[in-house]
């Protein structure tokens, strides 16, 4: 796959394409469909299929502090369009400049001028443009001038996650802040995943028998409610079965919210500094206090002990 940062990045020579055009941050079953869509159409045609993307997300731009949680990095994202056949993606940096083209002017800078699309696929509810003024109508509209297709695909997807609500990014980030994290799952396909570069802490996991990589997350992370989670740690190419705590750690006075996981039965590890990933797979438990630190200790190991079974149960990723 090509990665573009930016229309500059775009080589010279690049022809015909399908297009399609989000934030698909999570990259969730409802935007699957979209992007497999695109990818056919994509074939059927014989050109490339891209994804334009954003960053930052545009409602940190519009309405400044406003930046939801990511899901998922753009790095991760493009590793997903992957998989799903994609073959550029085309990150455009949303600027204050560039939050006032009219979608006349998108339409033009962008698809025609950039990317020649061939087709355009797009959800019903698509908006873009200086005050989000674009419509898929007017797209239409505007491939009949620079000659493409618009193609629009229901992504309505739902599922037992969040009642049956239409599965969405927003959904999702609700579901993760709740601590939710097989809802996500269903919602995306997938665990949900936290990434970031191992850091020194207390160390006194370690000292517990317990010791745990505390992963630093990249900004603006989804990061799960306070407790403990099974899962698997992600590091130097391996998947190891992981018990998961997120919180501030007020057995101890703590005040900073982290992530630690510990990689289960595995006292080797030499992890600082890497970057790692961790996937979520099952809630265990809240963040308690405990009344003293022998108690703490049990419910650690009976901890480790049905994450091992949780993780033992589920499908390795």
Known sequence: MQRWRGMEDIPQDWGRSVVTIGSYDGVHRGHQLIIRHTVDRARELGVPAVVVTFDPHPSEVVRPGSHPPLISP?????????????????ILPFTTEFSKLSPAEFVGKVLVDKLHAKAVVEGPNFRFGHRAAGTVDFLAEQGKIYDFEVEVVDLYVSGEAG???????????RLIAEGEV?????ILGRPHRVEGVVVGGARRGRE???????????PHTAIPADG???GWLHAQDEAM???????????????????????IDRVDLDLYGLHVAVDFLSFVRG?????SLEALMEQMAADVRRCKELVAAAERP
């Open 241 to 263: 079965p992981a018990a998961i705590s997120i919180g501030t750690n007020p057995q101890f006075g703590g005040t900073e919210r982290t992530v630690e996981a510990y990689a």
């Open 208 to 218: 517990l028998g317990f010791p745990t990589a505390n992963v630093e997350t990249l």
């Open 74 to 90: 753009h790095h991760r994202r493009a590793e997903l369009m992957t998989e799903l056949g994609v073959d550029a993606v085309l």
């Open 163 to 173: 009642g049956g609500e239409p599965f969405s990014s927003t959904l999702t980030r």
């Open 287 to 291: 963040q308690a206090k405990f009344d």
């Open 182 to 186: 097989e809802g996500a799952a269903e």
């Open 228 to 230: 403990v989670y099974a």
